[in-house]
Nanobody
Framework: QVRFVESGGASVQPGGSLRLSCWVT????????MGWYRQAPGKERELVAG???????MIVDSVEGRFAISRDNVRRKLYLQMDSLRPEDTAVYYC????????WGQGTQVSVAS
């Protein structure tokens, strides 16, 4: 079974930076498009960044210019660099295939507050 293990979340002040990591097992990672998703309190889970198997990236408008997605196919890891964090970025962040599989890892909590 495919497993996603997210890490790197923390509590930071507005304007801060974080780098999230996701280790993926149980599938041939390099072959699949991947994405970072987030779910804020009281809201539905949403895709914020995607990366194809051949390294083309997509970032949603709300985080464009602040977030960057990357992948390391050798280590089977997905990354999300988050800069200039805002309170509205507060959420649990998940990685998954894009489109997602329908089940999720435990996620990693990002909290942005002064």
């Amino acid at each position: 079974q495919v497993r996603f293990v997210e890490s790197g979340g923390a509590s930071v002040q507005p304007g801060g930076s974080l780098r999230l990591s996701c280790w993926v097992t149980g599938m041939n990672f390099r072959l699949y498009d991947m994405g970072w998703y987030r779910q804020a309190p009281g809201k539905e889970r949403e895709l914020v960044a995607g990366i194809t198997s051949d390294q083309n990236t997509m970032i949603v408008d709300s985080v464009e210019g602040r977030f960057a997605i990357s992948r390391d196919n050798v280590r089977r890891k997905l990354y999300l660099q988050m800069d200039s964090l805002r309170p509205e970025d507060t959420a649990v962040y998940y990685c998954n295939k894009n489109p997602h599989l329908g089940y999720w890892g435990q996620g990693t909590q990002v909290s942005v507050a002064s």
